[in-house]
Structures are given as C-alpha cells and as structure tokens.
Nanobody, 125 residues
Framework: VQLQAYGGGLVQAGGSLRLSCAASVSTFSSYRMAWFRQAPGKEREFVAAITWSGDITYYADSVKDRFTISRDNAKNTVYLQMNSLKPKDTAVYYC???????????????????WGQGTQVTVSS
C-alpha cells in the first residue's frame, strides 16, 4: 500500500486547508485511516482517525471542532478539512492506514501499518 498525501501549504491564522491522501490499493475500504502530524522538535502526534466505512471518527482534543476527517472509498482517498487554523497547527501532516479493518478509530501509531510521506502545513500569525 502506498499513500500519497498532498494539499499542504502556507496559510494565515484563521484560514482553511484541505489535505488529501490517495491510496494505491484496490481494497481501500478494508483499511482504517488516520492523520498524524509532527511539528519541528516535537514527536509525531495523533490528529484524527476514521473507520473503514466512515461512520465513526475520532479527534485529538486540540483539533476537535476545527478539523474534519472524511473518506471516499470510491476514490481511495481520505481527507482532512482544517478550519480556523492556528500557528500551533504548523507541522508535517502524515496519513496512515491500518490493515485491521474492524475496530474503532485508533489514536495509536502502533496500530497503523502504512504511512505516507507527509505534507507540510505552515500557519502564519
């Protein structure tokens, strides 16, 4: 499984961006998906996760009510809509896929088997 994340860029505080992650796999609906991020000098942290069907989502407290994760299984793509961006959201954002289809969205990095290359998001004040 190869994951290609894109859509990052430079945005002013209060602005919005939508990240996309395209998966090169025919059975995309078999994977739970998630977004993580890593800010300079910090460890990678959980952002949001979604079940294989998209019916259940889970968010880190720091992004709840501002970010929305969704997926389109017909397009093999998972999205992260980011609104009301803050400078502290500046990071490289990674998408990840879990082979374990069944289960609630997981915030644990160890539960994910495949990782994208990351896309840079920079929020200026």
């Amino acid at each position: 499984v190869q994951l290609q994340a894109y859509g990052g860029g430079l945005v002013q505080a209060g602005g919005s961006l939508r990240l996309s992650c395209a998966a090169s796999v025919s059975t995309f609906s078999s994977y739970r998906m998630a977004w993580f991020r890593q800010a300079p000098g910090k460890e990678r942290e959980f952002v949001a996760a979604i079940t294989w069907s998209g019916d259940i989502t889970y968010y880190a407290d720091s992004v709840k009510d501002r970010f929305t994760i969704s997926r389109d299984n017909a397009k093999n793509t998972v999205y992260l809509q980011m609104n009301s961006l803050k400078p502290k959201d500046t990071a490289v954002y990674y998408c990840a896929a879990s082979k374990k289809r069944v289960g609630v969205p997981s915030p644990l990095q160890s539960n994910y088997d495949y990782w994208g290359q990351g896309t840079q998001v920079t929020v200026s004040s």
